[in-house]
């Protein structure tokens, strides 16, 4: 049912068989899965997908299960482009727009990459899934291995918001409160991995979760009738969205249904963890841990990235940019969306918007550019505070 052909090395495209239980290449780096492209474009008639259910599964060719039994779907992906014209015109911007990856199952666009990487982990045998989490991704996990009735343990900080430790239990998740951050949560969970046998899906360490979260990319296209905007604004904490939405371009254009124009993609990142940052202004090739990451926007406390690099390339390639911002500003921005447009989103969205009140100062955006918000998770998932 699709045309998934091979993986690849993202750093040396040493080639690797698809239909195999694998994580990441020899060289320890995240693996890319590759299509016959050129098949695809022959015989997909790109329209004709509108007929489909809206969810990420319309384009199920383009997405690695094979078998569509295996495919463990809770009605993720599909979510609205929305205009936001009273926060566009506080900005002077005519075409600000949000894509609402918050509407999604779970309260976050962690359901995209993992209902990919689930069902074909499935596919290939797997019954028992770990992952690390900042939360979200574990509040995902747990709901998908539900779903397909197989069991998920997951390691999350223990100072994550109560409401991820909750959706894992009520799932019936194996949940250990980790003490330290995700990458901590990441070395006990392949301790756990190891003994018990169970598959790892942690961010980029297998090839499928980025397959999911790609979609993002073609439902850009398809909602602006295959035009892609000028700037895209994504919150970056182990960047699967930014790979994948750059990953989902290209294969676009090989497809024919885009022409050569690309948004410049901006990384937004929080002061207190910038990874991403620091490294694309110092012109490095690749990320460097983040000593003391703190950051009330959980999804974007990752101090160590796996796909920095590939993070950097796609920033580079489409001329964008990347942007720190305080907590504070972070905060000011969450309440001007929720009062300015009625959206409640989460704090690691609110972020993209506190970046273009920067970018619009520096005027490296103007006033009749088509830009797009990512907003990745509902605030209805944010740790309570009265006030
Ligand atoms: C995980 C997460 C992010 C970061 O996403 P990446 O694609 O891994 O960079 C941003 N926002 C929310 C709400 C998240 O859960």
């Known amino acids: 049912m699709n045309y998934l ?3 690849e090395c993202s750093l040396t495209h040493k080639q690797y068989a698809a239909d195999q239980l694998i994580r ?3 060289a320890g780096l995240p693996l890319l899965a590759r299509y016959d492209l050129a098949k695809a474009r022959a015989e997909i008639d790109r329209d004709a997908l509108w007929q489909r259910p809206s969810n990420m599964w319309r384009y199920r060719e383009l997405l690695p299960v094979r078998d569509p039994r295996f495919i463990t779907t809770l009605g993720e992906g599909g979510k609205p482009v929305l205009p936001l014209p009273r926060l ?6 005519k075409q600000l727009f949000v894509k609402d990856e918050g509407q999604n199952p779970t309260g976050s666009f962690k359901a995209m990459g993992l209902s990919a990487a689930v069902s074909r982990a499935l596919e290939l045998g797997v019954d028992e899934f770990v992952i690390p989490t900042a939360g979200n991704a574990g509040g995902a996990l747990a709901a998908y291995a539900a779903r397909a009735g197989v069991k998920a343990h997951v390691y999350m900080p223990n100072d994550a918001p109560t409401i991820n430790a909750v959706e ?8 250990h409160l980790v003490n330290g951050l995700i990458n901590d949560a990441g070395r006990e969970a392949a301790q756990g991995a190891a003994v018990g046998g169970w598959f790892d899906v942690s961010t980029l360490k297998e090839p499928y979760r980025l397959e999911g979260k790609k979609i993002m ?12 905007p000028d700037v895209i604004i994504y919150p970056t904490g182990g960047g699967t969205g930014l790979i994948g939405m750059w990953k989902a371009f290209a294969e676009m254009g090989q497809l024919g249904w885009i022409d050569d124009q690309r948004p410049r993609m901006v990384a937004v990142q929080a002061s207190g963890c910038a990874p991403v940052i620091k490294a694309f202004h110092a012109g490095a090739e690749a990320t460097a841990p983040w000593e003391n990451a703190a950051t009330q926007a959980g999804g974007l406390r990752v101090p160590v990235a796996v796909g920095g690099r590939l993070m950097l390339q796609a920033l580079r390639e489409s001329g964008g940019t990347a942007v720190a911002v305080s907590d504070e500003h972070i905060m000011r921005a969450h309440k001007e969306w929720a009062y300015t447009e009625g959206m409640f989103v989460s704090l690691e969205s609110a972020a993209t918007l506190a970046a273009l009140q920067i970018l619009t100062d520096q005027k490296w955006i103007h006033s ?12 209805l998932k944010i740790q309570v505070q009265q006030g």
Request: net charge negative.
């Open 5 to 7: 052909t091979h993986l």
């Open 24 to 26: 990441v290449s020899d």
């Open 88 to 93: 566009g015109q506080h900005l002077n911007l």
């Open 217 to 228: 990319g073609y439902e850009l296209a398809a909602a602006f009738n295959w035009r892609l």
């Open 368 to 379: 009749d550019e088509r830009v797009v918000l990512f907003s990745t998770g509902s605030g």
């Open 168 to 175: 894992v239990q009520m799932a019936g998740g194996d949940l």
